[in-house]
């Protein structure tokens, strides 16, 4: 089992940047397949971005503007997030699974980890 802690989130402007850390207790991270999903108020939750084996994707929402990294040794996932928009503004969720096939992993119901998220505001 692996535990998941998010952390980064805050208030910014619109246009500006942000970065959240995931970082992992319990297991090696890079045995997973992680994402980060987000949340707004009164809507569901939406796929973000993710990452199995080396190989990462994006929601076209954020594409071009969000990028995902992992850092094996801290053991912790990274989401840095540029040219931040007001409708950017939700909670980020980090999640995690053991996959065992390669593919695109974009669904909330895909993963078996929830990190307790982080609140990202980005004023207009």
């Known amino acids: 089992q692996v535990q998941l802690v998010e952390s980064g989130g805050g208030l910014v402007q619109a246009g500006g940047s942000l970065r959240l850390s995931c970082a992992a207790s319990g297991r090696t991270l890079s045995s997973y397949t992680m994402g980060w999903f987000r949340q707004a108020p009164g809507k569901e939750r939406e796929f973000v971005a993710g990452?199995?084996?080396?190989?990462?994707y994006y929601a076209d929402a954020v594409k071009g503007r969000f990028t995902l990294s992992r850092d094996n040794a801290k053991n912790t996932l990274y989401l840095q997030m540029n040219s931040l928009k007001a409708e950017d503004t939700a909670v980020y969720y980090c999640?995690?699974?053991?996959?065992?096939?390669?593919?695109?992993?974009?669904?909330?119901?895909?993963?078996?980890?929830w990190g307790q998220g982080t609140q990202v505001t980005v004023s207009s």
């Open positions: 999640a995690a699974v053991r996959a065992y096939s390669p593919g695109r992993y974009d669904q909330s119901r895909e993963y078996a980890y």
């Open positions: 990452m199995t084996g080396v190989n990462t």
